[in-house]
């Protein structure tokens, strides 16, 4: 394929459930989707899932757009690609930008699918026909109301439940949610908040029967992560620290996590998204997906990826319905007794809704 036309188009969509971490609130997601089209005609979407203020990772909304408008775009339009994985070595020369790149790299993947008349899980080398889907709980106002909300979640069905933790804000939460829930699969999400002065802490943790802590140290950490696990016998998953197939294999060698969470934006595409979860797989290491608070196009995007055979724990895809009035996408991703279908259909396997799209559009821009 000749990538031929690109379009950037900047969305801004109401949360239906603002998502609120340690951070700020997310009560409006931002995103950029790239329609990418080819000299056969063929269209592939993809969508950028930095947020609009750098608190996850360094990479924001403007900072994706200035990458893939001097950047990313110029260095595949025209070019001839055989294979998605070519993208990787394309960008190579472009020092991180994950999600910038990932954005871009998924539309090529959506388009190679296609051309290949497989659906996008298959062209991944995904087998599952459905996958296992929890849900992430931003911070409540009250233990009273998060514990209301797991009660809703628990009876529509999803498998398990993330919350947010921070220091002052964990210990007495885990301990009042054990005590209404005592074998509900249960995650804690430090977003990097605590440092290893509060072992004490995260030693209490340990006692809940957690099914994993995620990410408790500083994002760019594997060293402490490694002395961290050591001391304790809940598995500590990594986030914000794993952004590469290297980084990964240096946390597995070092023995910093038990578990890892892809995100196809932090880890720079689908490409090395399969990377990684081959080397976990080879290390008996389990996966799951992480999310973004994506729209549709991202959010097909990990359906997708979650076919594979080493995301063995539930993910953070919720359904559409969960964050959005109205998603972009047709169908919407709809999560039954705690899973999503696998679409087989060629492609993405839902189509891109543009009455949605073009009312939630605030500009456009074209590159050809
Ligand atoms: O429901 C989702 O998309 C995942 C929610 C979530 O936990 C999250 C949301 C935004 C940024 C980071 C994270 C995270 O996994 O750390
Ligand atoms: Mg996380």
Known sequence: ?????????????PMKAPFTTSFGTVDEKEMLLIEAKDESGTTGWGETVAFVAPWYTEETLKTTWHMLQDFLIPILLHKKIGHPDEVTSLFAPIRRNCMAKASIEGAVWDIYA??????????LGGQKQRIEVGVSVGIQPSIAQLIAL????????????KIKIKPGEDVEIVQAIRAEFPNLPLVVDAN??????????????????????EQPLATDDIVDHAALQKKLKTPICLDESITSYE??????ELGSCGVINIKIGRV???????????????????????????AGIGRAHNVA????????????????????????????VKVKDGYIEVPQSVGIGYKPNMAVIDKLTISKEIYQ
């Open 247 to 252: 980084d990964a294999r240096r946390a597995i």
């Open 1 to 13: 394929m000749r990538l031929e036309k690109i379009t950037l188009r900047h969305l801004k969509m």
């Open 192 to 213: 990097s908040a605590y440092t290893l002065e509060d072992i004490e802490i995260l030693q209490q943790l340990d006692d809940f029967n957690l099914l994993m802590i």
């Open 150 to 161: 797991i009660k809703g979640h628990i009876e529509e069905g999803y498998k398990r439940v």
């Open 268 to 294: 720079g595409g689908l490409t090395e998204a399969i990377r990684i979860h081959d080397l976990c797989k080879a290390n008996h290491i389990p996966v799951w997906c992480g999310g973004m608070l994506e």
């Open 305 to 332: 990826l979650t076919s594979l055979s080493q995301f063995i724990l539930p993910g953070d895809t919720a359904g559409s319905s969960h964050y959005w009035y109205e998603d972009i996408i047709d169908p919407e």
């Open 114 to 123: 296609q051309q290949t008349k497989q659906s996008l899980a298959q062209a």
